[in-house]
Nanobody, 123 residues
Framework: QVQLVESGGGLVQTGGSLRLSCAASGRTFAGLVMGWFRQAPGKEREFVASITGRSMLTYYADSVKGRFTISRDNAKNTVYLQMNSLRPEDTAVYYC????????????????WGQGTQVTVSS
């Protein structure tokens, strides 16, 4: 069992920045692919970014590439999402994800999820 707790969401103006954090329990964090997904009202949950374990390879959705940066600190069992140049279309609940399904850009029924943190970008 892996428990994930997100923090750092909030309300920002268009063009602003936020940094999300996800703290993970357990002693296997360094070996897990970690990711961020988001779900806007009326929309399906979508992939945002992911990062592999010790190699720290990163992957991004086209919609956030160049604006968002995912990183992790394995010593702290924490993954981050730095979000810059935020737009109203980035408004969503952001969920931390720990992969168990063998993919770095999609969720699976075996994945672990955090409770979500709300990000609202106003115009």
């Amino acid at each position: 069992q892996v428990q994930l707790v997100e923090s750092g969401g909030g309300l920002v103006q268009t063009g602003g920045s936020l940094r999300l954090s996800c703290a993970a329990s357990g002693r296997t964090f360094a070996g897990l692919v970690m990711g961020w997904f988001r779900q806007a009202p009326g929309k399906e949950r979508e992939f945002v970014a992911s990062i592999t374990g010790r190699s720290m390879l990163t992957y991004y959705a086209d919609s956030v590439k160049g604006r968002f940066t995912i990183s992790r600190d394995n010593a702290k069992n924490t993954v981050y999402l730095q979000m810059n140049s935020l737009r109203p279309e980035d408004t969503a609940v952001y969920y931390c994800n720990a992969d168990r399904g063998g993919t770095v850009t999609a969720a699976s029924p075996l994945d672990y999820w955090g409770q979500g943190t709300q990000v609202t970008v106003s115009s």
